[in-house]
């Protein structure tokens, strides 16, 4: 167990429809990352934030947005989902902002199925 | 452009034998090279990571091997065991661009 939670678990939405997708990090840990993984791209960086303030972004599409509150957990919105949205989300914590020096500690992962 | 290149695909190795996979890039700036493993229905855990001024590291069974003038780097698995069934991903990172390689399936046969 990593430590890093995540909710939910399995998520089932229609083309279209908005989703929330949440993760708690480890404790003591400030920055949180967001990665989509999917069968053709394999595992893709979208969004990092450090202590409540956008650190580096990646491949993330204008539909997905993130923020991290000062509970330190963050959300990840996907909305407009299209078919392609389908795949594993994973979230991850480490203590500091690098991702050169920290080590990133990975969520289990939400499973979006869109219909 | 894949700044990162994994191989093999797929790898089926007896239980006993050695596990080796690789990665290889073009970008002379990254500094750290991780390697991660994942299990089916969990997240990445990092196994080992290796900088570029060592060429070799160990951690029990798994050994990074790195080629910096080739610009390659490997991950050993020693006494491969039906445990080690997974997905590894290699990963390359500098500053904050941090890139995972496409993966390798590993099946240990017992």
């Known amino acids: 167990d990593s430590g890093v939670t995540q909710t939910p678990k399995h998520l089932i939405t229609a083309t279209g429809q908005r989703v929330t997708l949440r993760c708690s990090p480890r404790s003591g840990d400030l920055s949180v990352y967001w990665y989509q993984q999917s069968l053709d791209q394999g595992l893709q960086f979208l969004i990092q934030?450090?202590?409540?303030?956008?650190?580096a972004k990646g491949n993330i599409l204008e539909r997905f947005s993130a923020q991290q509150f000062p509970d330190l957990h963050s959300e990840l919105n996907l909305s407009s989902l299209e078919l392609g949205d389908s795949a594993l989300y994973f979230c991850?914590?480490?203590?500091?902002?690098?991702?050169?020096?920290?080590?990133?500690?990975f969520g289990p992962g939400t499973r979006l199925t869109v219909l | 452009q894949q700044q990162v290149k994994q191989s093999p695909q797929s790898l089926i190795v007896q239980k006993g034998g050695i596990s080796i996979i690789n990665c290889a890039y073009e970008?002379?700036?990254?500094?750290?090279f991780p390697w991660y493993q994942q299990f089916p229905g969990k997240g990445p855990a990092l196994l080992i990571a290796i900088r570029p001024d060592v060429s070799e590291k160990k951690e029990g069974r798994f050994t990074i091997s790195f080629n910096k003038s080739a610009k390659q780097f490997s991950l050993h698995i020693m006494d491969s065991q039906p445990g080690d069934s997974a997905t590894y991903f290699c990963?390359?990172?500098?500053?904050?661009?941090?890139?995972f390689g496409p993966g390798t399936r590993l099946s240990v046969l017992p």
């Open positions: 991850a914590s480490s203590v500091g902002s690098s991702r050169s020096t920290d080590t990133q500690y």
């Open positions: 970008n002379t700036a990254f500094d750290y």
């Open positions: 990963a390359v990172s500098y500053g904050q661009n941090f890139v």
């Open positions: 934030y450090y202590n409540g303030e956008e650190r």
